[in-house]
């Protein structure tokens, strides 16, 4: 893999080429905290998402849809005590993918700060042989079938429902950029990502 865009914070979030196999390196630019954080995935493609949108009472607006198969996987983290986020938008979801997004949390962290990582039970969520999990991060694997408990699913929600749906994309670069954009646009909310993810169960403690 070779680095396709630049940083969240540089006008657009990390996206890697499907056409080679070297992972590229650049400064991040936001800080995560010592306080929980969470991640997951979400597939951004050609077929897309219907959404509600307003329209005359009794009528039957017409959206756009796309039948070509062409995605790409939007890696995304935040923290909601402060309203900050790191992404990567990727063309595949496996472990290799995983452990991008991760590096890339961990260099986020702020210097001697530990991050706790909510995430779901997904394969390449597991630690063993392959997943590297840095030194400053550890996982919190949610239970089984419990989506609901993952604040990063009101993220995607709120990104399909405002940036990423009734859309056709063009191909895979125009899947990306409307990926970084809507990254982008989200990340310069704080307040917005704090009333996405927070959680009472979710606070930080001191060691």
Known sequence: ??????????LRT?????????????????LLTVEPSCKD?????????????????????????????????????VC????????????????????????EIGRAVAKGAHALLVCDGAGWHQTGGRLQVPDNISLLHLPPYSPE???VE???????DNKLSNSV??????????????????VDMPDRIRSLATRSWAKPVSA
């Open 154 to 160: 009101n993220v995607w929600d709120y990104l399909r």
């Open 80 to 103: 909601a005590e402060r309203g900050v986020g790191a992404a990567l938008v990727l063309p595949h979801c496996d472990t290799q993918a995983m452990n991008l997004h991760l590096v």
């Open 14 to 30: 990390q996206a890697l080429d499907k056409r080679d196999d070297k992972a590229a390196e650049a400064p991040s630019q936001k």
């Open 169 to 186: 994309f063009d191909d895979y670069d125009t899947i990306v950029d409307r990926c970084c954009a809507a990254w982008n646009w989200l």
């Open 41 to 77: 995935e979400a597939r951004v493609g050609q077929q897309g998402t219907l959404t509600y949108v307003w329209a005359e009472k009794g009528s039957r607006p017409r959206a756009l849809k796309d039948l070509r198969y062409e995605w790409a996987y939007l890696f995304g983290a």
């Open 149 to 151: 408990l993952n604040p």
């Open 1 to 10: 893999m070779t680095q396709h865009a630049l940083w969240c914070r540089q």
